[in-house]
C-alpha cells in the first residue's frame, strides 16, 4: 500500500496516523523531537531538523504523498519536498496561512470581513492605527502565534509601548476588538477534484487563550450555520485546497467575522472522531490520498473538551463516564498549558 508523509510529530500527526492505518496506509513522520505523539503510532520516524536537505529529500522518496500537521514549514524546506512528491494542501494555503497579514488581506480580497486590522512595523504604526481602530484591540505577531501566545490586549492606548515591547521587534497587526455573541468554526475537506464536505459548525470557548471545550450543534441560527459552511467552501475553492482546514469565526448580530484559517485538521474539530462516520482525520487523509470524502453527517450531538495540563490526571474517571470517548496522546510531562488529550461527551442528536 501507499505511505504518507506526515510533517509534523504531534498529537495532530499522531491522530492522522491512526487514520491513515485504518484506511490500509503506512506513515512516516518527519519530526525532529525524539520521543513525540506520533512516533509511537506512525510506521516510521524520520527524526531530523527542517533545514536537514538530505534528510528531507530521503523522507519525500520513501512516501508517495506529503502533508503536515502545522503550517510553519520553512518555504525552503517546501521547494525541497515540492520538487519530489506533492504536497498537499498546496504551497498558496502555507504562503497565505503562515502570516495573519497576508491571510487576511487574503480574505479581505475574497470579499470576507476579518476583524478591523493594520499591519505594525513601528511604534509609530501603533500609535496611529489604535487612534485608527481604537480600543480595546489586540496585537499580535505575525507568524508562529498559537493557543494565544504572541498577543498582546490594549485596553488603553497609553499601553502601546508595553504591547509594542512584548513583540521583541517581531512584525505584528493589531486586530480590533470583535465583540462577539458566539464563537464558531467550521472544518472544511476538499479533494483534488474539488468536492468539498463541511462538517457542521462547532461552538468554541477558550480559556486562557487556548481552547477549552467544542459544543455541537452550535447554539446559533440554522441559516448562520449555513453561511458558516458557505463562506469556508469559497475560502477552500480560492486555494484550490485538497485536505481540510479549520475556520475559525465570530458571530456578531452584523455577521460572521473570520478570526482565523489554519490548513490542517483543528483541534476544534476533535468532535468529530466519536460524532460522525468519517472523522476529520479520516477526511484529510481521503482528500489528501485522492479518495472520494467520506460521510461526515453527525449522528450525536457532542461536547469536546480539552484535557491541558493535568486535567488528564482524572483520566480513570473520565474512562468510566457513559456516552463518554477518552483520548490520550501519550505525553510525559503535564506541563501547564500543555494539551495532554481530550474527551468527547455523545448524546443521541436531538
Ligand atoms: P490558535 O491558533 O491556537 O487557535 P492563536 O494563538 O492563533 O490560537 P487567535 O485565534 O488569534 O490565537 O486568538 C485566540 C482567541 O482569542 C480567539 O479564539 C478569541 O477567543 C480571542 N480573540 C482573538 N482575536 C480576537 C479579536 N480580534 N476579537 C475578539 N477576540 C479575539
Ligand atoms: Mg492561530
Ligand atoms: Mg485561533
Not at 506533492?86 to 470576507?112: C, H, N, W, Y
Amino acid at each position: 500500500g501507499a505511505t504518507i508523509g506526515i510533517l509534523g510529530g504531534g498529537q495532530l500527526g499522531r491522530m492522522l496516523s491512526v487514520a491513515a492505518a485504518r484506511l490500509g496506509f503506512k506513515t512516516c513522520v518527519y519530526e525532529p523531537g525524539g520521543d513525540c505523539p506520533a512516533s509511537h503510532v506512525a510506521n516510521f520516524h524520520l527524526q531530523a531538523a527542517y533545514d536537514d536537505a538530505d534528510a528531507l529529500r530521503r523522507f519525500a522518496q520513501s512516501v508517495d504523498v506529503i502533508t503536515y500537521e502545522f503550517e510553519n514549514i520553512p518555504t525552503d524546506a517546501l521547494d525541497i519536498l515540492e520538487a519530489i512528491r506533492p504536497v498537499r494542501p498546496g504551497r498558496e494555503a502555507l504562503r497565505i496561512s503562515q502570516d495573519r497579514m497576508t491571510e487576511k488581506d487574503f480574505l479581505s480580497g475574497l470579499g470576507l470581513t476579518p476583524a478591523p486590522y493594520a499591519q505594525i512595523d513601528t511604534l509609530d504604526d501603533l500609535t496611529a492605527a489604535l487612534a485608527q481602530i481604537g480600543t480595546p484591540a489586540i496585537l499580535k505577531t505575525r507568524r508562529f502565534g498559537y493557543d494565544g501566545k504572541g498577543q498582546a490586549r490594549i485596553t488603553d492606548p497609553a499601553q502601546a509601548e508595553e504591547a509594542f515591547a512584548a513583540m521583541a521587534g517581531a512584525p505584528a497587526v493589531l486586530e480590533g476588538f470583535v465583540t462577539f455573541t458566539h464563537e464558531v468554526s467550521v472544518i472544511a475537506a476538499r479533494g483534488p477534484d474539488g468536492q468539498i464536505a463541511c462538517f457542521d459548525p462547532g461552538e468554541n470557548v477558550h480559556k486562557d487563550g487556548i481552547l477549552h471545550t467544542t459544543t455541537i450543534p452550535a447554539r446559533i441560527p440554522r441559516s448562520r450555520q449555513t453561511d458558516a459552511v458557505l463562506l469556508a467552501g469559497r475560502i477552500l475553492n480560492a486555494l484550490d485546497y485538497v485536505g481540510v482546514m479549520g475556520v475559525e469565526l465570530f458571530v456578531t448580530p452584523q455577521g460572521l467575522i473570520v478570526n482565523e484559517i489554519a490548513p490542517r485538521v483543528h483541534n476544534s474539530g476533535h468532535w468529530t472522531q466519536n460524532a460522525c462516520p468519517v472523522d476529520q482525520f479520516e477526511q484529510h487523509i481521503r482528500a489528501v490520498a485522492g479518495w472520494p470524502l467520506g460521510d461526515g453527517q453527525r449522528h450525536s450531538d457532542v461536547v469536546m473538551e480539552n484535557l491541558i495540563g493535568t486535567d488528564a490526571d482524572t483520566w480513570e474517571a473520565l474512562a468510566k463516564e457513559p456516552g463518554t470517548a477518552i483520548h490520550l496522546y501519550g505525553k510525559a510531562d503535564a506541563k501547564p498549558g500543555r494539551k495532554m488529550g481530550h474527551v468527547n461527551r455523545i448524546t443521541p442528536r436531538a
